[in-house]
């Protein structure tokens, strides 16, 4: 088995490529290893690593993030290695029980008037910004719609990193206002 690395954005994030199928859909985002315990074997596994404060799993890729502690070059191979071993075991990713658990999009809010304007804010998500997001190793959801302030949910690479704001302020709310002329702004929930 080979597995790519690629950098992200998140100095602080890097990106695997096992070359196999991570999650079938949705992503799953584990900021700490008591939400990974019971939910993913793969990401308690990683977890096991010190210096591993964050696991996200996309269609094809995980993103790992670390602290401030050790350097890439010293995390890279415990990190590989448990992602080997954990693919050639032929566990599960996520725990049958558990499957979905950590990438509920429940709470969207927005006006039912809205209706038509936050059915192209989604599309235009999934359409144009969440594949160019995953690419660097993240996701990006939509949370709610209120007065032309449009809220999303960063995840992955994209949680904590540096260029997060300009990527909502400068790139996902000119993208949104071009098509959608009544969003104002782009704030970013946690």
């Known amino acids: 088995m080979f597995i790519q690395t ?21 992503t799953a985002d584990f ?15 990683l977890f096991e690593v010190p210096g591993v404060t964050g696991v996200f799993f996309g269609y094809d890729f995980i993103t790992v993030t670390k602290d401030g502690g050790p350097d890439w070059q010293h995390l890279k191979p415990a990190i590989l290695g448990n992602i080997m071993e954990h693919f050639m075991s032929g566990q599960p990713v996520m725990a049958p029980a558990a499957s979905g658990l950590p990438t509920s999009d429940d709470g969207e809010f927005y006006d039912a008037a809205d209706e038509e304007i936050v059915s192209t804010i989604k599309e235009l998500l999934e359409t144009r910004v969440r594949p160019a997001v995953a690419q660097d190793g993240g996701d990006i959801t939509f949370r709610g719609y209120e007065k032309g302030t449009v809220f999303l949910h960063m995840k992955g690479a994209c949680a904590g990193c540096p260029s997060s704001t300009a ?7 000119n ?8 969003v104002r702004q782009v704030e970013q929930v946690v």
């Open 6 to 26: 690629e950098a992200t954005p998140n100095p602080a994030t890097l990106k695997f490529l096992p070359g196999r199928v991570v999650l079938e859909e949705g």
């Open 31 to 45: 900021r700490d290893a008591s939400t990974a315990a019971d939910a993913s074997p793969l990401a308690s596994r």
């Open 167 to 173: 990527t909502l302020k400068h790139g996902i709310q």
């Open 175 to 182: 993208l949104l206002h071009h098509f959608v002329p009544e």
